[in-house]
């Protein structure tokens, strides 16, 4: 059977990992390696939010139970490996649910027992048993010492939330230490945790978050990052506790073994359940999104980049199946459940928003261990609109392989500038990639030196699609259409509607700064970092100081822009409240693979009171959600471009290099990356350029609230921002020594014109 053998995840072999490998693989013809494993979609269980007690019967059927949060209700699915899938209700546990009870899991046993645990909606766990259709409880005696009745009981906090202090039924009292799973101590008493109790109100124990049932009755609870306790089958009593991380799907239990993350999330431990003993598993690939499982063969896991299986010794890691050819890549789609199944195959149960996919692959000798063709993309930075592309044309194009290069991955000391100097190299000799995204990348020099294709035809083909025709001229010249942005996202600036009127250019902020940042409200509560790489700075400097099509940077206009910076900027810090930060949150998407999005929460800032005038960039539909809730609701805020410029910043932007010998098979691509297949999924990554992709996106998370104008602005957007991360970073850089009062605004001018100069005529 084909392998491919890895040290953790390297991306390069040593000479003997090769030899190795090279030993166990089949050839056809004596040159072509042979062997790999082949994805199949064998069914979807619509409407599954999610999955829980998975397995494996010994007649190759796969279980596994799914519910609907949303809907509230439960089913058991029977898939078998044809593919052919039975579901039938659960309706005992979708009663538990109607009644406002959060299930936490579900789990059938060898012998066809169901068990489930549950939380009531006062915060108290249950594990229960089915008995036709009642569930009966289980007794386990530590749930109830702590959460009233024992030691630890009756613990309730009083005092303010940033200095509570704690009091027990037997009188001890003292200072709470709390921690981020919501333990608390009190003068050496047991640790509980918080289960949503206020200031005030009773604690409970630390809230379980899984479970188990091992084939002798006992009962495995998991504690998230407080670890897994065995109680009794028998009698529920405490038997052993093994520290580790214990989430839903971050554990798996095999015989007597439990598989389980490190309190760090930085290895995995493997217990023996009867003694205690424990063995590390290192993996440097490692993340949250790594799903551990064991089987007879011992210890495999899964992720994005593919199945992997532990070999002897356990530091070196065979990858069986690579996560790059199949779903498992894709971002859209989230790990919910795997298990190995017979001849040495796997199934991968994908969560995405519509569902769950389920995937199963098997090894086939007679597939090249290599697709036969090859499609190179190059690009700065990771894209997940790219990559969610490159998982749908995989799935279409099983004999192709698409070669995302990342330059700037991973922890090398090189410079964008380093990496861009060596591609332009690669491009000159005719050596490049088949496409390139373009975000962060000169494109205009390219456009000017015959570096992409001309991409006319191909527009005006995808314009039935719906594609945005303002949004497709951000690389359009005299001579044609050089690349496509597949997002984009746009600096908008908010406040009352005649302040946002008011302010048409960065001079009538600078001067709007200076007359009003020292009233009863600031006009802008400007972050710490306002001129930083996270700050509002490179709106500023992307709409004034970089090239665009070639222009080159002038040093006049510059100059002025560092002015107006300078004189912004000595306003803010003489008027600006010492709490002037305003603050940003990550919002992570449930339905999907690590897809996340930063929200600037300036809106919020403004509904308070606690300024007139915020600047942001606008980077997707949870960013706008926020924005409509906190003004939209109320007459007289206003959301329009920054400076009413219709500016906006296309990215996952792709051109076709013309060196390319794979042109027809990189439109193809770009096809699938404009498609509604595509454009339909949200990823965090900025807005779609399909008008009807873009319009279900907003109207869904809006969910008819007032947009305030967005997707009329939308429509009205004109001035492409193509930003150049090496000229941002060196007027970033001048900035800064500006500010600090190391160079006056001609010096700083003069500076991003000394150090760009060569570069830009390359």
Request: hydrophobic content about 35%; some cysteine.
């Amino acid at each position: 059977m084909k392998r491919f053998l890895c040290a953790a995840l390297s991306l390069s072999l040593t000479a003997g990992l090769l030899s190795g490998c090279g030993s166990s693989e089949g050839t056809q013809g004596g040159n072509v390696p042979m062997g790999r494993y082949i994805e199949e979609q064998t069914g979807s269980l619509p409407g599954v939010e999610r999955v829980r007690g998975t397995c494996l019967r010994e007649d190759g059927v796969l279980v596994t139970y799914g519910y609907s949060k949303t809907e509230q209700w439960a089913k058991r699915y029977e898939i078998s490996q044809d593919g052919q899938i039975q579901e039938e209700d659960v309706a005992w546990v979708s009663g538990l649910m109607a009644a406002g009870n959060s299930v936490l899991g579900i789990n059938e046993t060898s012998n066809g027992a169901l068990f489930a645990l549950y939380m009531d909606q006062a915060g108290t766990p249950h594990l229960v048993r089915a008995e036709g259709d009642t569930p009966q409880g289980i007794e386990i005696p530590d749930w109830e010492k702590k959460a009233g009745g024992g030691e630890g009981a009756g613990i309730t906090v009083s005092g303010s939330k940033n200095d509570p202090s704690a009091t027990t039924s037997d009188g001890k009292s003292g200072a709470v230490i709390s921690d981020s799973f919501g333990g608390i101590t009190v003068e050496g008493s047991v640790s509980v945790g918080v289960d949503g109790g206020a200031v005030g109100e009773p604690f409970s124990l630390i809230p379980p978050t899984g479970f188990s049932v091992l084939e002798n009755g006992d009962y495995l609870i998991s504690y998230g990052n407080k670890g897994v306790s065995r109680y009794s089958g028998a009698d529920g009593a405490l038997i052993r506790e093994y520290p580790c991380t214990a989430y839903a799907g971050s554990t798996a239990v095999y015989g007597n073994q439990l598989l389980a993350f490190d309190p760090n999330y930085s290895g995995l431990w493997l217990y023996d359940l009867d003694t205690g003993a424990k063995s590390e598993c290192v993996f440097d690939g490692l993340d949250y999104a790594t799903v551990p499982n064991l089987d007879g063969e011992g210890v495999f896991l899964t992720n994005s980049g593919g199945i992997y299986r532990q070999a002897e010794g356990g530091t070196l890691w065979e990858k069986l199946v690579d996560g790059e050819l199949t779903s498992l890549s894709m971002p859209d789609l989230s790990i919910a459940a795997t298990a190995s199944g017979p001849a040495g195959s796997f199934w991968a149960l994908l969560s995405g928003e519509e569902g769950v996919e389920v995937m199963r692959y098997t090894y086939s000798a007679d597939t090249p261990t290599n697709p036969d063709t090859e499609l190179t993309i190059a690009a700065l930075d990771d894209n997940a609109t790219i990559r969610q592309a490159i998982g749908e044309f995989q799935r279409r194009n099983t004999s192709v392989k698409v070669n995302f290069q990342i330059l700037l991955e991973g922890e090398s000391a090189a410079t964008p500038e380093d990496v861009i100097r060596a591609l332009n190299t690669e491009l000159l000799n005719g050596k490049g990639p088949d496409l390139l995204v373009l975000d962060g990348l000169p494109a205009a020099s390219y456009i000017e030196k015959g570096v992409l294709e001309d991409l006319s035809g191909l527009e005006d083909e995808l314009e039935a699609q719906g594609l945005m025709p303002n949004l497709m001229g951000a690389y359009r010249t005299g001579e044609g259409v050089f690349a496509l942005p597949s997002r984009f996202t746009l600096p908008v600036m908010m406040g009352r509607s005649e302040d946002v009127m008011a302010v048409r250019a960065l001079a009538d902020l600078a001067r709007e700064v200076e007359e009003r940042q020292g009233g009863s409200t600031p006009f802008l509560k400007a972050p710490d970092t306002l001129w930083g790489e996270d700050g509002a700075a490179p709106l500023y400097v992307n709409l004034f100081a970089p090239a665009r099509q070639g222009a080159g940077v002038e040093e006049g206009a510059l100059t002025e822009f560092f002015r107006q910076v300078s004189q912004m900027d000595a306003a803010l810090k003489k008027n600006t409240p010492q709490n002037g930060s305003t603050s940003a949150i990550l919002v992570t998407m449930s339905d999907g693979g690590g897809r996340a999005e930063v929200i600037d929460m300036g809106s919020f800032v403004l509904r308070n009171g606690q300024a007139l005038f915020h600047i942001q960039e606008l980077g997707g539909i949870y960013g706008l959600e926020q924005i409509c809730t906190n003004l939209g609701r109320e007459e007289g805020w206003a959301l329009d471009s920054l400076f009413g410029q219709g500016a906006y910043t296309p990215s996952g932007a792709v051109g076709i290099v013309t060196t390319s010998r794979q042109k027809e098979l990189a439109q193809s691509f770009v096809k699938m990356l404009l498609s509604g297949t595509v454009q339909d999924k949200y990823l965090g990554d900025g807005f779609s350029v399909v008008r009807g992709s873009l319009e279900k996106s907003v109207i869904k998370i809006l969910d008819g609230a007032d947009d305030m104008g967005f997707l009329s602005l939308c429509g009205s957007l004109s001035q492409p921002l193509l930003t150049d991360q090496v000229v941002t970073d060196v007027v970033l850089d001048q900035t800064k020594a500006l500010l600090e009062g190391r160079l006056t605004s001609e010096e700083a001018a003069a500076q991003v014109v000394e150090k760009t100069q060569i570069y830009l005529s390359e």
